[in-house]
């Protein structure tokens, strides 16, 4: 099982910690099969964590923020709807994850597109999200070419 990064103790306040934690269970059932593209063939919760934990470095305590973060592949990649998410978390996290999630049936390169005509239009807590995610991506690239 994940564990939320030991740091978030000391940074965040104690009472977001058990949602937290909560979040974090759920993504990592969800994202149990999984493995990203690296070598090593690392577990793929190993991003939604970094992505958030990418938030916490740079200050962010924003606990929807941080939850969207730590499922903002859910509804993407697997087979987890916005309803569920919606009655686990709530419509602010539901909305920021939805706003983070590309309509995997279409081609990849129009999915492209679509972010790029979205992104000034998103919310700031979605954007949040974003930069965190492509910037853990890009590192990763930098780390480990798939």
Same mark, same amino acid.
């Given at each position: 099982? %994940? @564990?939320?990064? $030991?740091?978030? @103790?000391?940074?965040?306040?104690?009472?977001?910690?058990?949602?937290?934690?909560?979040?974090?269970?759920? %993504?990592?059932?969800?994202?149990?099969?999984?493995? +990203?593209?690296?070598?090593?063939?690392?577990?793929? #919760? =190993?991003? !939604? #964590?970094?992505?958030? @934990?990418?938030?916490? $470095? *740079?200050?962010?305590? =924003?606990?929807?923020?941080?939850?969207?973060?730590?499922?903002? &592949?859910? #509804? /993407?990649?697997?087979?987890?709807?916005?309803? $569920?998410?919606?009655? /686990?978390?709530? &419509?602010?996290?539901? *909305?920021?994850?939805?706003?983070?999630?590309? &309509?995997?049936?279409?081609?990849?390169?129009?999915?492209?597109? #679509?972010?790029?005509?979205?992104?000034?239009?998103?919310?700031? $807590?979605?954007?949040?999200?974003?930069? %965190?995610?492509?910037?853990? =991506?890009? +590192?990763?690239?930098? +780390? @480990?070419? !798939?």
């Amino acid at each position: 099982m %994940a @564990a939320l990064p $030991e740091d978030w @103790a000391t940074t965040l306040p104690a009472s977001v910690l058990p949602l937290l934690f909560k979040t974090l269970v759920f %993504a990592s059932t969800k994202h149990a099969n999984q493995r +990203r593209k690296d070598p090593q063939g690392t577990p793929y #919760i =190993n991003h !939604p #964590i970094g992505v958030a @934990a990418y938030l916490v $470095e *740079a200050g962010v305590t =924003n606990v929807s923020v941080l939850q969207a973060a730590l499922l903002h &592949d859910t #509804i /993407e990649d697997t087979a987890t709807t916005a309803e $569920e998410l919606r009655s /686990e978390f709530g &419509d602010q996290v539901t *909305a920021i994850v939805l706003e983070c999630s590309d &309509d995997t049936a279409l081609p990849s390169a129009q999915r492209k597109l #679509i972010q790029v005509e979205k992104a000034a239009q998103a919310s700031t $807590e979605a954007k949040l999200v974003k930069m %965190a995610d492509k910037l853990y =991506n890009l +590192r990763d690239l930098c +780390r @480990a070419l !798939p």
